[in-house]
């Protein structure tokens, strides 16, 4: 399993919970050095509280389950 596939695997146990509150998010790219490069969709596009969804959500679910990622970069 490539990095890339670990990556949109792990975003699905995240997406339920951004769907609830009517917003998703896109894995757009990863990079050589493990930054995962995500967008965020529907109401989580304008949300104020996105950053910290990014954050304290995504990139932490991504960086306790795949070890590669160095971080996670709204695009």
Known sequence: MTLKEKVESALQKVRPS????????????VEQDGMVKVKLMGACG??????????????????????????????
């Open 46 to 75: 304008g949300c104020p509280m996105a950053q910290m969804t990014l954050k304290m959500g995504i990139e932490k679910i991504l960086k306790q389950n795949i070890p590669e990622v160095t971080g996670v970069e709204s695009v």
């Open 18 to 29: 951004l769907q609830a509150d009517g917003g998703d998010v896109q894995l757009v790219d």
